[in-house]
């Protein structure tokens, strides 16, 4: 879980001491936030305030203002999202599925609860209806309120949020198809709410049947850094492999989250896209300008470091709730 400590630290910088008592001169005091990587290893930066804790049915959450990366939402002691560079991680998960798929109109998305997956979507023409279903009705309300560049996400006619899990959402809709559906689900951590649904029964059984001729999944797979790599990532890759005839990872730099980061695309279809298609596509379907992916970048993320993919490559193991991986941490109902 994160943690939040308060010290009192030389101006330059070099040192750090207990708030137990006052700060010298030329000393100020500094409050951090402090996530617990692994067992040896903990990635901490400073807070210009705390704008809210609290606790739901599911999950912890918190919102931090802070010095380095603006506001960050955390959820059960993990950053989530950071102001100044969800748009890596958002860019990545929506815009390369939507891209590769010739004319998608219809978007389902797991998880999603902060906006900013469903606002990404929404920047394309294409696209009539996005269904967004999370477990957690508090996290979607603080986020609205909050979280004020999702403000017209939220409020656009297309969006119709849902508070439901998504394996059930998924399942009741037995007549419907989407051509896109996307996991922006919650790490899979212990006690945590989202790991089931990154099994090969649920991709298989509930996934899979509710895509459109020509549909992709994409999910986001968790850390995909040098060493962090064997947590999760390779083995939804090799998972999804089991299901689909077509899987593509991919990965990128998330300074806030202080390693790389991984997605999977998958489908039934070929997933080929040049560099120039994809920009042609971005330039005629979505609105604005992406800050982050184009053709070239995402020709980037898909290559991958060599570690990584004779890793992707001899992985064997498949995702069962029997045989689940978790990364690093605990959810709320593991405490």
């Known amino acids: 879980m994160g943690e939040i400590s308060c010290a009192s630290e030389p101006i330059n910088g070099f040192l750090s001491r207990s708030s137990s008592s006052p700060p010298p001169s030329g000393y100020r005091k500094s409050c951090w936030y402090e996530e617990e990587i692994e067992e040896n290893l903990r990635w901490c930066f400073a807070l210009n305030s705390i704008l809210h804790t609290g606790s739901t049915q599911y999950q912890e959450i918190a919102l931090f203002d802070t010095k380095p990366f603006g506001k960050a939402l955390v959820i059960d002691g993990k950053l989530q999202s950071a102001e100044v560079d969800e748009f890596i991680y958002h860019e990545c998960l929506v815009h390369p599925p939507l891209l590769h798929h010739p004319n998608p109109k219809t978007v389902f998305i797991m998880g999603g609860g902060e906006g900013s997956t469903a606002r990404e979507i929404l920047k394309h023409r294409t696209v009539d209806k996005v269904v967004m279903c999370d477990i957690d009705e508090e996290v979607?309300?603080?986020?609205?309120?909050?979280?004020?560049?999702?403000?017209?996400?939220?409020?656009?006619?297309?969006?119709?949020?849902?508070?439901?899990?998504?394996?059930?959402?998924?399942?009741?809709?037995?007549?419907?198809?989407?051509?896109?559906?996307?996991?922006?689900?919650?790490?899979?951590?212990?006690?945590?709410?989202?790991?089931?649904?990154?099994?090969?029964?649920?991709?298989?059984?509930?996934?899979?049947?509710?895509?459109?001729?020509?549909?992709?999944?994409?999910?986001?797979?968790?850390?995909?850094?040098?060493?962090?790599?064997?947590?999760?990532?390779?083995?939804?890759?090799?998972?999804?492999?089991?299901?689909?005839?077509?899987?593509?990872?991919?990965?990128?730099?998330?300074?806030?989250?202080?390693?790389?980061?991984?997605?999977?695309?998958?489908?039934?279809?070929?997933?080929?896209?040049?560099?120039?298609?994809?920009?042609?596509?971005?330039?005629?379907?979505?609105?604005?300008?992406?800050?982050?992916?184009?053709?070239?970048?995402?020709?980037?993320?898909?290559?991958l470091n060599k570690v990584v993919r004779n890793a992707l490559y001899d992985e064997t193991h498949v995702y069962t709730e029997g045989t689940a991986r978790f990364i690093y941490g605990h959810g709320k109902n593991d405490l």
């Open 140 to 303: 979607v309300e603080f986020c609205k309120e909050y979280l004020v560049v999702n403000t017209d996400a939220f409020n656009d006619p297309r969006l119709d949020v849902i508070i439901n899990d998504a394996r059930a959402e998924l399942e009741n809709r037995k007549e419907e198809k989407f051509d896109v559906i996307v996991g922006d689900l919650a790490d899979p951590i212990e006690g945590g709410p989202c790991y089931k649904l990154y099994t090969k029964s649920f991709y298989e059984s509930t996934v899979k049947p509710r895509l459109a001729q020509g549909g992709i999944f994409v999910t986001q797979a968790g850390p995909a850094g040098i060493f962090s790599h064997t947590e999760v990532y390779t083995c939804i890759y090799n998972t999804l492999r089991q299901v689909f005839k077509y899987v593509v990872p991919y990965a990128a730099h998330i300074p806030s989250y202080a390693d790389t980061w991984g997605w999977v695309m998958a489908s039934d279809s070929p997933l080929e896209l040049s560099c120039e298609e994809m920009d042609l596509r971005i330039k005629q379907r979505v609105e604005g300008e992406n800050k982050y992916l184009d053709g070239t970048t995402f020709s980037s993320v898909c290559t």
